[in-house]
Structures are given as C-alpha cells and as structure tokens.
DNA sequence: CCTGCCATGTAACGAGTTACATGATTTC
DNA sequence: GAAATCATGTAACTCGTTACATGGCAGG
C-alpha cells in the first residue's frame, strides 16, 4: 500500500524520502501514517524494481537523494490507481486510493466511485442483518456497547455512501 | 491489541478458538478481522503467560480446546479496557475497546468516553487547520479530490463526536 | 459416500513500527 | 554555541495474513 503511495507522490514531482514524508503528514494522515523506517526500504525496493530512478542533487553544499518515476512506475501506479477499492478490509486504508483520483478521466473515476459506492451499501445491508440478529438474540440492556459499535458502524458507512454521492456530482464539499 | 479482544471474549465464557473468531465475525467485525493463523498463536501465548488456562472438553466424542481466562487475565484485561482510548493511530482500531464498556462502571466508562470526545474535538480542529492551509496554498480546481479526503475525514470525526455524545447518554441508537 | 462445516495448527511471508545511529544545516 | 530541524539509513521486533496440512463430524 505504502509502495503506492510513494510512488503516487514521486508521481507528482521529484522527491526525497523526506519530503514525502512530509506531504503524508500534510494529506492523508487521516488514513495513513508513514515512518521513516518504512519509507527509505520502500524507495530503494521501488529502485531496484525500476520503478523510481534516484539521483543526487545539492541544493546549496549539501546533497539529498531525489527520487523520479519511470515510465514503468507510472504504469504500475496507474494500474494501481484503477482497481476497485476494497472495502472488506476493515480499516479504510484503501480510501486512500481517492487521494489521487484528480488524476482520472472523469469516466473512469465516475464508474469507479459508483463502485465503490455500491460496496458500500452492500455492506451496509451485511450490517443491518448483523443488527436483527443482535436485537432478536440478546438482552439489550446488558448488550447496549457491543451494539453501539454496531452502529457506528452503521453511522460510518451511511455518512460515506452520502460523501460518495457527493464527490461524484463533485459539489462543494466546504460548504456542507 | 488482537491479544486484548481474546482476552475480552474469554472473559465473557469459556471459549475455544473457533468460537472466538465467530464471536469477533458477528460483533466487531466492523473494525477488526482476526485469522485462524493469528488467534490459535495467541491463545498459546497467553496461556503461557498465564493470562488464560487451557482445558480440554469432550463434546460427544470430539475433544476440544476450551479457553479459561485466569484471576490475573482478568486484570491485564481490566487495565486494558481502562486505558483511554487513542485516536492518533490513524485507523479506527482503539474504537474496539467500546464494545467492552458495558463491563465498566457508569462514572468510569463516562470518564472514558468524555475524553475520547474530547480527543475527537482537538483532532478536528487539526483537520480544520489543514483545510485552511490547502485552500490558501493550492488552486481548487486541480485538487478537489485531494481535498474531498480531507473533508471525508472531518466528516468522520464529526459523526464520531455525535456518536459519543449519543452513546453517553445512553441515547436509543435504533431509532436515530 | 461426499460435500460442507467444525476444529486445530504451522511455516513463510508481508507490511510497517520503534529505537537507534549519524551527521549537516539553520535559527535564535 | 545550543537547539531545532533537515536528512538518511539500519536492525530488531510486532502484528498479522495467506496458504497449507490435517482430520472429525453431520446431513443429504
């Protein structure tokens, strides 16, 4: 995942494994945090791939190690960018995937936000079926935390089906 | 934290492995998906460390594992669950404690989930402040699904702050 | 008798964190 | 000249997944 997400960066422009790091923290900290244990591994793993070439520059005496995509990592990146996000995986790091998604054709990323919309109210259903069980099932009282979880997430995944609708219509989102 | 669900669940009733992982599918499923190949792992790890007590049982002819939580299991749990709850670690997972909460005490557990809200409140504002900081710097047009991801997650942490204002009321969430 | 679920486990791997080590450069 | 930040990296570790292996029991 974080391979991706670094080869989107460099994808942009040429950068350090510092500045990436830095834009992380500034864009996507809400789903995704990096270290820079794991961010220095991944851009020598993507060089070796190929997919990122380094080259030293000094800005002023001092050199930093700039990273550059290649045609084949732009291929990668863009396959990547063009699968279906998941949403089974619990935790909503694929969300991350719309980070770039001004990247997209405006068709493609229409017929892939309706996707994932969909994913989404089918899961939806998974829930409300988990509730019925829970309410025929159990003492409500005793219960009332463990069902509480269960909606939230019911609560999360309504308010992200809403933000798909609008994102697709691509409204104003300052304004809501 | 998987080792801290185990525990959890044992601490409700005996249970064997199979168990727990159903009992993990149809409750906190939402935030947390556990694997044959992680659970059975932890179960040994804890009896080690004498959190849980093995035992076998023979339902029919079948033998099986069953789980005991042990007195000291039981405090580990305890100290667990009443440690608050982070929300810095970007993914939702701490969330899971809640739906232990019906364990605690009403003044602890209200406690605990006033300052997860509060929690909430000072991360939405860091989310406001990047707002900020994007609108100024960058043009709109070429970036609104970046800044769509930054707006899903103030909205996430807005329906997260609701919920918790609900849920320490104590609020009927089927009828929201 | 065979399909599907119950039940337990292991080995290889993957993804990322924490802590450490190092040193340069800027700012006060 | 001290402190903060820039900048790069490694080693040990944690936590978990995937895929495999094994076998029992139940219902059509």
Redesign the pocket.
């Known amino acids: 995942?974080?391979?991706y997400i670094v080869l989107g960066m460099v994808n942009y422009e040429d950068m350090?494994?510092?500045?990436i790091k830095k834009y992380i923290e500034s864009g996507i900290s809400v789903f995704y945090?990096?270290?820079?244990?794991?961010l220095?591994?991944?851009?020598?793993k993507l060089a070796n791939k190929g997919l990122v070439a380094m080259y030293e520059s000094n800005?002023?005496?001092?050199k930093?190690?700039y990273y550059h995509i290649t045609d084949e990592g732009r291929k990668a990146f863009e396959i990547w960018l063009e699968t279906p996000i998941m949403i089974d995986d619990g935790n909503g790091t694929q969300l991350v995937k719309i980070y770039f998604y001004d990247l997209l054709q405006e068709d493609k990323r229409r017929e892939l936000l309706i996707r994932y919309r969909e994913n989404n109210v089918t899961y939806l259903k998974g829930l409300y079926e988990l509730e019925e069980q829970y309410v025929n099932t159990r003492n409500k009282d005793c219960y009332y935390y463990k069902l509480s979880v269960l909606y939230y997430g019911i609560r999360i995944i309504k308010e992200t089906i809403k933000w798909c609708d609008d994102i697709i219509e691509r409204k104003d989102l300052s304004e809501i």
Chains 1, 2 share one sequence.
């Open positions: 995942m974080l391979e350090t494994g510092y500045d945090k990096a270290s820079f244990g794991s220095y591994p991944i851009l020598k800005h002023g005496d001092r930093k190690n």
